[in-house]
């Protein structure tokens, strides 16, 4: 194999979803971080394509969509390092084999970052990724964390608060606030979520059912991540306050159609 790609034989070809798991785990362990996207393979809302150079499997590619959708969505892309230098090609090939329309990725996901910018337009960003950076120790005398129990239901219904949540904060026998921790991304990773009773926002409740939340994750093994709308303010100034930074966007982008998909 030479280092010019006139003189290699590029081939993608869609596959079984298993045949894509050996390397997916060695994705996993580069990227060492919460993948928002992870649960679309389980789920199979995904295809999942080999990328070949002459034969030699070097690397895998996602296209997905939710559900019944049409997938034509790239999720992920990974090639092994020592083949990287054949990414693009490689990643233009897959678009036209898998004739996706856009590209959906984490910005700490570097080499799906790079093809984005290579290969999309009309690039948006609309998510913020978070990760547990502080230890903070946060306290509102009076306030309780604890497990819901089942005679709370009813009172935290009436607080139009989230009934199906497994924790929540007790102010003078009131329910001020509930969350829990969902485990869509790739374990160990724990997507935090919570709600504060519109009574009660603005005095420091949602940080402090933040906190608990990420001492809760860890005692149960798990890492605490989180992820909010880049224009909920409250919500970002509520996970910053717990100790939770921004770590990634998440961007979108419309595959361009002038791009040279062959070689």
Known sequence: MTGSTATIRIDVSLVPAEKTLALRELYRQEMNCQIVLD???GRGWTDSYS???????VGYGLVGGVRAEHKEIITEFYVLPVHRRFALPLFRRLAEISQARSVEVQTNDTLLTLMLFDC???IESNVILFHDAL????AIPGVSFRKVLEEDREQIVAQKL???AEWMLEADGVAVATGGLLF???IPYGDIYMAVAEPFRRRGYGSYLVQGLKRTGYEMGKIPAARC???NVASRATLQKAGMLPCARVLTGVLSTSAPVSL
């Open 229 to 231: 709308n880049a224009s």
């Open 39 to 41: 649960s679309w393979h």
């Open 51 to 57: 990328l070949r150079l002459d034969d030699r499997v």
């Open 184 to 186: 869509h991304y790739n």
């Open 162 to 164: 989230d009934a199906d």
């Open 135 to 138: 230890t903070t120790s946060l």
């Open 120 to 122: 999309a337009e009309k």
